[in-house]
């Protein structure tokens, strides 16, 4: 039977003592308080205990049923979306106008995202990519479109995917080959395959809104000619050939050439469908400017890549929850230094470092994600500030922390869920104690949404030296002050001192990674990846100094007293990996290089 309690208590203190988010989002507009943040964060973490929890195995179990191009999904799925639907825990951020909450971001991005995924992640990713999808058409959807989609899409009534992989085109989009052909009336005809398209045909929703990347005749090549389309399974039953004016009435009935050929078999998520969909000459309206699809879709994918980030924390949380509940009754040896409980046949497994080890890197690693997601949600919301360089600051520490929440979070979350696993033996490996399904379940993350050797290239190649160096100025500021003014206090030492030399070979890196990549792209490639996880550790070291600064001015109370264990464990045990990083990523790319293939 698997555990699951929402971490509400280390919410509260990210949200309340860490970052005091309240009068951050009242200055953004919000009518916004404690209470209610209290009210959403417990409520949403019931709801999903309560009714996606008890599913989660089942649908692992069950799977969908593909036939003859249709998907039928598990009853119970159907029945518990349509609550949540009831209940509004599926629009959260979206705005009032459209039937949403109209809550901060961050709330949505990161608490919503996080518990989502902990209590069923194949079920979570369906409004993720319903919001994804209602979040570029808001911003760049023309009115007409606006109207007739968006409320369905923000309440969940309908849902949304993004079509973007084709069957020779996945990382390099730039060759995709679906064509959009302009028609007189505005409108466009898509033909072409995309696959593995997540929930790209179920019967959860009464339609199902595609978001599809295609290309019209005479587009410049590669990424740059690329246009972004939104083309409805189903077209308004009234539909004629009028374009957009004549969707007046908000009903879909009309078949629009949409249709799935089938629906992979895979490790994980069972319960999510992965759909070969085809266009054939499905009608479908432009979203954004012509040839300006990839930034469009980038935006979606970049709140999808956080999300994805999430799945790594949430996966790894309930992991751990449940390995510790099962690590707590679990009986073998002896402590070295002699029985703990000789009455007892053997001592409890938590006598043992090595169990230990493996549960303490768990948690370490997923309560530093967790901050610095809250971080990164709070920065969403100050991206929409009015103040032009609090919007800046906050624009750039997105770009910068995307690829490494994406990449650093999901690898962490895979090696987190892997250890609980170690620490059950051999009931980790099996069905009935849940473990096992979310190891599955998690490994797509460091896949799908780029994959992270492209979220490493990102953050190597692009963001560190994007605007002049811009996005790294608007994180060092911060970080070194914090090291300054922690520098004379004695009980900071163990935390800001290896912060400091952190800080300063991810300085020194950096130089290198742009001084010897702009020489040969290979070094820069062939660094990428172990630059991105230093650059994880020096963020999540920020993030536990900064909890240990917090939590020694209250120590006494056990919250406090485990968050300065889990700094000082984290500065000690996993910090030092940096070390083998740097090395790795100074020793170049000619033993990658030159190795040579034929004996590969
Ligand atoms: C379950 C599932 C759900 C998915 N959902 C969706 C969806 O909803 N919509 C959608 O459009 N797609 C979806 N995808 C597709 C997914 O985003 C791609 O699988 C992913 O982006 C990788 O593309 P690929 O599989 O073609 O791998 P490839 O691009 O063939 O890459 C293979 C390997 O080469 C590496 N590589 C490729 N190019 C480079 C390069 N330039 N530099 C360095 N390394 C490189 C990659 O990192 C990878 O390790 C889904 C996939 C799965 C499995």
Redesign the pocket.
């Known amino acids: 039977m698997v555990e699951y309690n929402a971490p509400i208590r280390d919410y509260e203190f990210l949200f309340n003592e860490m970052f005091d988010v309240i009068p951050i989002v009242q200055k953004l507009g919000y009518d916004f308080d404690n209470d209610f943040l209290s009210m959403l964060t417990e409520g949403w973490g019931e709801h999903a205990k309560e009714v996606w929890l008890p599913i989660n195995q089942l649908g692992d179990k069950k799977g969908l049923d593909y036939d003859d191009g249709k998907i039928k999904m598990p009853e119970e799925f159907k029945s518990a979306y349509s609550e949540s639907i009831e209940a509004g825990w599926l629009s959260t951020s979206c705005k009032q106008e459209h039937g949403g909450m109209g809550v901060p971001i961050f709330f949505s991005a990161v608490t919503w995202a996080e518990i989502g995924t902990s209590t069923n992640m194949a079920m979570s990713v369906l409004p993720a ?1 319903s919001i994804g999808v209602y979040e570029v058409l808001v911003e760049h959807g023309s009115k007409e479109l606006i109207d007739y989609f968006a409320t369905n899409l923000a309440t969940g009534k309908w849902a949304g ?5 084709e069957p020779h ?4 989009l730039g060759i995709i080959t679906t064509k959009a052909i302009p028609q007189d009336d505005g409108s466009y005809r898509i033909t072409g395959t ?1 696959i ?3 929930y ?1 045909e179920h019967d959860m929703t009464e339609n199902i809104i595609h978001l599809v990347l295609a290309k019209t005749p005479g587009a410049p090549e590669g990424t740059k000619g690329i246009s972004l389309f939104l083309v409805p399974k189903f077209l308004p039953s009234d539909w004629v050939s009028g374009g957009v004016k004549d969707l007046s009435e908000n009903l879909m009935s009309d078949d629009n050439g949409v249709t799935c050929s089938g629906s ?1 078999e ?1 490790m994980g ?1 069972h319960a ?1 469908p ?1 759909c070969v969909m085809n266009f054939d000459e499905s009608i479908g309206w432009r979203v954004g400017d012509l040839h300006n699809g990839m930034p469009l879709m980038f935006q979606m994918m970049n709140r999808e890549r956080l999300a994805t980030g999430m799945m790594g924390i949430g996966l790894a949380e309930i992991a751990y929850q449940n390995s510790l509940a099962w690590a707590k009754e679990r009986r073998q040896g002896r402590d070295l230094k002699g029985p703990q409980e000789p009455n007892e046949s053997a001592d409890n497994i938590l006598v043992h470092p090595d169990v230990r080890r493996m549960l303490l890197e768990a948690k370490v690693n997923t309560e530093g994600s967790r901050a610095l997601a809250a971080w990164t949600g709070i920065l969403l919301d100050q991206m929409h500030s009015e103040d032009i360089e609090e919007a800046e600051m906050a624009e750039a520490l997105v770009a910068l922390f995307t690829p490494i929440v994406k990449a650093h979070f999901t690898d962490l979350g895979c090696e987190s869920v892997n250890t609980c696993m170690q620490v059950m033996g051999g009931a980790g490996y099996c069905t009935e104690y849940g473990v096992e399904q979310f190891y599955r379940d998690v490994r ?1 993350s460091k ?5 992270n ?2 979220q490493a ?1 990102d953050l190597a190649g692009r963001k560190i030296t994007h605007n002049m160096g811009k996005n790294l100025r608007y994180l060092m500021w911060p970080l070194t002050e914090f090291i300054e003014n922690n520098r004379t206090i004695p009980e900071m030492e163990e935390f800001n001192k290896p912060l400091h030399q952190g800080v300063r070979g991810l300085q020194q890196l950096t130089l290198l990674m742009i001084a010897e990549g702009q020489a040969n792209p290979h070094f820069l ?1 062939a660094g990428a990846t172990d630059y991105c996880r230093y650059f994880g550790n020096v963020l999540l070291g920020y993030m536990w100094a900064k909890m240990a600064k917090i939590s020694l001015e209250k120590s006494g109370d056990p919250f406090y007293d485990a968050k300065i264990a889990s700094a000082r464990y984290f500065f000690k045990r996993i910090f030092p990996e940096t070390a083998g990083l740097a090395a790795r990523i100074q020793s170049g790319y000619k033993n990658l290089m030159d190795y040579p293939v034929e004996m590969m």
């Open positions: 990519l995917t993004m079509c973007l992989t085109a996945g990382t390099d995309k593995f398209i997540t790209g992979e895979k998520i999510s992965t797509i896949i799908w949404e780029g994959t050797g492209i290239l490639a």
